[in-house]
């Protein structure tokens, strides 16, 4: 079965590091999502690409957070500095364009001491 | 304001018991809707969606779900539930598949052996 990789599983870093979270879409998917999940806030969308560009990245605090697509086969997601309050799931997920489901990778688990 | 509400934070249900978990939406289009579910430890998985036609669309994993637009409703079903269905479950609504979708809170089931 196809999946959406995401790396690492789990990240435990000190405030103020920087930290890259990467994510191997479906292949042929020509969408991607970047989510954050926590309890108190639930899903949040961070970011939404179609054919690599950037289309909707409202909910990202611009001046630590940055999303990209060097390729169709990576989406990378950079915090910097990073802070505690970033303690969080961080999900991608991948699709087509149309009447198809989103497919979820199995989270980075970020936690920032 | 375009929402998702999921009543139940947490639902405890026997196993082999029936189930139903609420969703209701406030959505100014016609909405597209979805149920995903998520394990522990993983991403979301796509149980069922509805785009149009049939108001009782069936799922994965013995699941379905009824679409009323008299009452903004989306609630998902299940006759007999497993010890395997105990995860959290989210409700979502958007204009189509893979654009940003607006997610319920979630409501976790627990099942009693």
């Known amino acids: 079965d196809a999946r959406v990789t995401q790396t690492p599983r789990h990240k435990v870093t000190e405030m103020g590091q920087e930290v890259t979270m990467r994510c191997q879409p479906i292949?042929?998917?020509?969408?991607v999502f970047w989510y954050r999940q926590t309890m108190m806030q639930g899903l949040e969308l961070l970011a939404y690409?179609?054919?690599?560009?950037?289309?909707?990245d409202s909910g990202m605090p611009k001046d630590r957070f940055s999303a990209e697509m060097p390729d169709a086969t990576l989406a990378t997601l950079k915090i910097q500095p990073s802070e505690p309050r970033d303690s969080a799931v961080y999900f991608c997920?991948?699709?087509?364009?149309?009447?198809?489901?989103?497919?979820f990778g199995n989270g980075t688990r970020l936690t920032v001491t | 304001a375009q929402s998702v509400t999921q009543p139940d934070i947490h639902i405890t249900v026997s196993e082999g018991a029936s189930l139903e978990l609420r969703c209701n939406y406030s959505?100014?289009?016609?909405?597209?809707l979805f149920w995903y579910v998520q394990s522990p430890g993983q991403g979301l998985q796509l149980l069922l969606k509805?785009?149009?036609?049939d108001t009782l669309v069936q799922g994965i994993k013995g699941f379905e779900a009824e679409f009323k637009r008299s009452q903004s409703s989306f609630n998902l079903r299940k006759p007999s539930v497993h010890w395997s269905d105990a995860a959290e479950y989210f409700c979502?609504?958007?204009?189509?598949?893979?654009?940003?979708?607006?997610w319920g809170a979630g409501t976790k089931l627990i099942i009693k052996p």
């Open positions: 690409f179609r054919n690599r560009a950037p289309l909707d």
């Open positions: 292949l042929g998917h020509n969408t």
């Open positions: 997920a991948s699709g087509l364009t149309g009447n198809s489901p989103l497919h």
């Open positions: 979502a609504v958007g204009e189509a598949s893979n654009y940003q979708l607006i």
């Open positions: 959505y100014g289009a016609t909405p597209y």
């Open positions: 509805y785009f149009s036609g």
